[in-house]
């Protein structure tokens, strides 16, 4: 614009950025500065917001909560939000121990985060132990069944009057006795009564008593120490369980298999031994003279036939031969000892 002396306006042009002289902001009192002219669009700004940028269009603010971080959503705009540890880029590294972390980042099955077992130190992962786990009372089991391995009974139902647990070898069953012969059995609430049905006084005793009657066994139905008495098939065995004969006497060592003795004199002695070596035998010992060691082989009529002493003397008819038996001629022997001693016994001898 062009004036003249005296203040008149003679001429005018556009104004330019040169015409306007540098003015402070307070002379600022209206409009908003836009974003294109440096400003940031926007007329106003939240309290303690965060001026958030649109491009070309106005500035926002935005707000959070107390524990609160600005994050970014699925459309890469700022919020204010919790963190979401899911998201890969969430969080990244290992929060040590000493931190308030676990310093660890993967682990195996069956482990726990604790610290050492019985001892104080930097919790890790590790196998639970016995120790970590305290007593508790049998009341809190309340679920499952402890088997036999574990010291239970491994049974489920309660047992009804009269049961008892029996091991099988592997479990308990649950079972009532059986009454047997002679026997009752009477099962109440937490009792079993076992008692007898027959009358004492028509049984022996096991401690020993006296029998008015016959003893009447059944065939084959007597067997003492396994073979010590048997009756078997109407014969009687000492020694064997199945005697052949009407009485059968068996000796394993080969030893006089009957021996019977009497108060008569000091000894009367009448012994058998059969068999012995292919060899069959019939003796009879008897009437030893008091203080004696002769023996004799005779019967009940004769008397003594032939008599043996300790000290290798035999006689025929005689009880105290003098004289061993001659090698050499034994008729002569036999035949004076008997004439010689004939007064005695007054035998007779006959040949064939």
Known sequence: MTVDAKGRVTAGSTLVAGDIPSLPASVIGSGVLGVANGGTGAATITNNGVVIGAGAGALSSATGTIGQVMTVNGSNQPIFGTVNLGAAAAVSGTLAVANGGTGVTTGTANLMFATPSGSSGAPSLRALTATDLPFHSAALINSGTL??????????????????????????????????????????????????????????????????????????????????????????????????????????????????????????????????????????????????????????????????????????????????????????????????????????????
């Open 147 to 352: 088997g036999v391995a574990n010291g239970g009974t491994g049974l489920t139902a309660a047992p009804a009057n009269g049961q008892i647990a029996i091991g099988n070898g592997t479990n308990y069953a649950l079972a009532t006795l059986t009454a047997g012969s002679g026997i009752s059995i009477t099962n109440g609430s937490g009792s079993v009564n076992i008692a007898s049905t027959v009358t004492p006084s028509n049984y022996v005793a096991v401690a020993g008593s006296t029998m008015t009657g016959v003893l009447n066994l059944p065939a084959n139905g007597l067997v003492a120490g396994t073979n010590q008495l048997v009756l078997s098939g109407g014969n009687v065995g000492i020694g064997t369980t199945s005697p052949t004969k009407q009485i059968q006497v068996y000796s394993p060592s080969n030893q006089t298999m009957i021996q019977v003795t009497s108060s008569y004199g000091t000894a009367n002695d009448v012994g058998f031994r059969t068999e012995a070596n292919s060899t069959y035998w019939d003796f009879q010992i008897n009437r030893l003279a008091a203080g004696a060691t002769n023996a004799s082989i005779g019967n009940l009529t004769a008397g003594n036939v032939m008599t043996f002493t300790t000290a290798g003397n035999v006689g025929i008819a005689a009880n105290n031969p003098s004289g061993a038996m001659p090698h050499g001629n034994i008729i002569t022997y036999f035949l004076g000892d008997f004439f010689s001693r004939r007064s005695m016994c007054s035998p007779t001898i006959s040949f064939k």
